[in-house]
């Protein structure tokens, strides 16, 4: 079961709705958005917000009386990543004429001038990957450890459930929702990266063909890093209960 929720603005006649979840990202969010409009035009906004302290559901509010295509679903407490997606996707799926879910972070790490790339790369596939380990691809601002510890986890993930995926890690994706439906979330239990991996594991076992476009990932610009050492622990245990789970 989820937790209660309140969503302010609701969602109609909806095509391609990219999916934002926040945590403390007020210094962030109202930029984002105006940024995503500015480069793709014709797609709508949910902001899946964990109640954040910093007041970032109520800047999305407030964003809400310029930019009706913009909806906000609040939860009742941080559960993180993974719960917040998961939740999102099921109150997106309830919309018919939803045709497509963008996953997007919100401290501009992904860079909304790609949108319109991803976009037309969908028509190609059932799940394009805003991938940093294509030809084309990279990050800016990461330390080496940082790097190291993100080119070896997917490493790492492709050799254990042998993913067809160069970027099994990257947060910004675009899914068919026909295809989403497919997957099963009713036994996943990881969040962060881990999530991100776990439902691309998933996508492929429902029989997804996936198509890599290369992105530049760029360190965040504002707030604090969501990097920790659960995180990480969980992501080395992660391609082993994918694999292992029937």
Known sequence: MYPPVHIFGKIYSMKQVV???????????????????KHAPDVYILVVDDSSPDGTAQAVRDLQQSYPKVSLLVRERKEGLGKAYIHAF??????????????????FSHDPKTLPILLEASKR?????????????????????????????????????????????????????????????????LSGYAFIMELKYALWKAGASFFEVPIIFTNRTGGE?????????????APWKMILRK
């Not at 926040?22 to 109202?30: L, S």
């Not at 099921?90 to 401290?107: L, W």
């Open 19 to 37: 999916i934002v979840p926040t945590y403390n990202e007020k210094e962030n969010i109202t930029r984002l958005i105006r940024e995503i409009f």
């Open 125 to 189: 596939a059932d799940v394009v990957v805003g991938s940093r380990y294509v030809v084309g691809g990279g990050t800016v601002g990461w330390e080496l450890w940082r790097r190291i510890l993100s080119y070896g986890g997917n490493l790492y993930c492709r050799l254990i459930t042998r993913m067809p995926v160069a970027d099994c890690t990257t947060g910004f994706n675009v899914i068919d929702i026909y295809t989403l439906k497919k997957v099963n979330f009713s036994n996943f239990d």
């Open 225 to 237: 890093s969501k990097i920790s050492n659960h995180i990480v622990y969980e992501g080395i245990l």
């Open 90 to 107: 099921q109150e997106v799926a309830e919309d018919p004429s939803v045709s497509k879910i963008i996953m997007m972070d919100a401290d």
